[in-house]
């Protein structure tokens, strides 16, 4: 059974910076792109980032210049540092990823999440 997940969530005042992590673990066989969404409470949860297997690294215009997604692939890792945070960040982040694993039988192809951390940006 595939999990991810996350650290790094936290208090931080205005223009401050925090590190979300994502750990997959798992029997897994490869994991393809991987992302990082939010979701804001009543709101359906939107894409902040996400990271290609290659490195190429797609952003939310809201977030394009503070964030910056990156990933460890002998880990199987992704990361978002958020800097220059702004209260409007204020959110649930989750970390997904689509990922390759072996069922002892298989091979799957899976879209796996997190189970969220929350990040609040106040004074």
């Known amino acids: 059974q595939v999990q991810l997940v996350e650290s790094g969530g936290g208090l931080v005042q205005p223009g401050g910076s925090l590190r979300l992590s994502c750990a997959a673990s798992g029997n897994i066989v490869g994991v393809d792109d991987m992302g990082w969404y939010r979701q804001y409470p009543g709101k359906q949860r939107e894409r902040v980032a996400l990271?290609?297997?290659?490195?190429?690294?797609e952003y939310a215009g809201s977030v394009k210049g503070r964030f910056t997604i990156s990933r460890d692939n002998a880990k199987r890792t992704v990361y978002l540092q958020m800097n220059s945070l702004k209260p409007e960040d204020t959110a649930r982040y989750y970390c997904?990823?689509?990922?390759?694993?072996?069922?002892?039988?298989?091979?799957?192809?899976?879209?796996?999440w997190g189970q969220g951390t929350q990040v609040t940006v106040s004074s």
């Open positions: 997904n990823a689509r990922v390759r694993s072996n069922d002892g039988v298989r091979i799957l192809t899976t879209i796996e």
């Open positions: 990271i290609f297997s290659n490195n190429y690294a």
